[in-house]
């Protein structure tokens, strides 16, 4: 596609449930990235693909988020046993062979109630 | 483990006014300097960028930033501001001998008065 695209755009959901957040990246881009915007924290890192490489999940806050990539290309983050303090935008970013710039989503707002 | 900071939070400016924001990271090997800028309802894009060489790199739309090693500085400017340029800015840092894992700072939001 034209751009990065993540689904769905917003999210709503009750404390305690679990959520899948979906991202596509550019086609042939090889690296893909999870990142958590939250006011006053930034741009939280929390997870990287790199090709087949094992992912870096470094940044992962707790054992109830998880990531995937399959197949090189779409990749799911999902929050299991959601909390308040998991409502954030929830961005995610792909780059191309070289270092050049990542290209980022419009991101998901999620909102836990 | 890398970090990045960014001392201004919030900063007002009137148009023409001169911008400096601060940027801060903390790596002790080789960087890549990054400035990114999300405007309102838009995704985050690539401001300017830092590799090698010299140390003041242009970006877009008039910004600059220097690289200063021996401070581990890499300062976005702006001779004058406008309007349009009201925005949230974030710096950032990877290793080129790493994984490439991009480290963001946490953010300036800037409002240019008109």
């Known amino acids: 596609g034209a751009g990065v695209s993540q689904s769905p755009s917003n999210k709503v959901t009750e404390k305690g449930k679990d959520v899948e957040l979906r991202c596509d990246p550019i086609?042939?881009?090889?690296?893909l990235y999870w990142y958590r915007q939250s006011l006053g924290q930034g741009l939280e890192f929390l997870i990287y693909?790199?090709?087949?490489?094992?992912?870096?999940k470094s940044g992962l806050p707790s054992d109830r988020f998880s990531a995937e990539r399959t197949g090189g290309s779409v990749s799911t983050l999902t929050i299991q046993r959601t909390q308040q303090e998991d409502s954030a935008v929830y961005l995610c970013?792909?780059?191309?062979?070289?270092?050049?710039?990542?290209?980022f989503g419009s991101g998901t707002q999620l909102s836990v109630l | 483990a890398q970090s990045v900071s960014q001392h201004n939070h919030h900063v007002i400016l009137s148009e023409a006014a001169s911008l400096e924001l601060g940027c801060n990271y903390s790596?002790?090997?080789?960087?890549?300097l990054f400035w990114y800028v999300q405007y309102p309802g838009q995704h985050l894009q690539l401001l300017l960028k830092?590799?090698?060489?010299?140390?003041l790199v242009k970006g877009i739309k008039g910004f600059e930033a220097e690289f200063i090693k021996s401070k581990f500085s890499f300062n976005l400017r702006k001779p004058s501001v406008q309007w349009s340029d009201t925005a949230e800015y974030f710096c950032?840092?990877?290793?080129?001998?790493?994984?490439?894992?991009?480290?963001f700072g946490t953010g300036t939001r800037l409002k240019v008065l008109a």
């Open positions: 970013a792909s780059r191309g062979q070289t270092n050049e710039k990542l290209f």
């Open positions: 086609s042939g881009h090889t690296a």
């Open positions: 693909f790199q090709g087949n490489s094992a992912p870096d």
């Open positions: 790596y002790g090997g080789t960087v890549n």
């Open positions: 830092y590799f090698s060489g010299d140390p």
């Open positions: 950032a840092v990877n290793s080129p001998t790493g994984t490439y894992k991009y480290i």
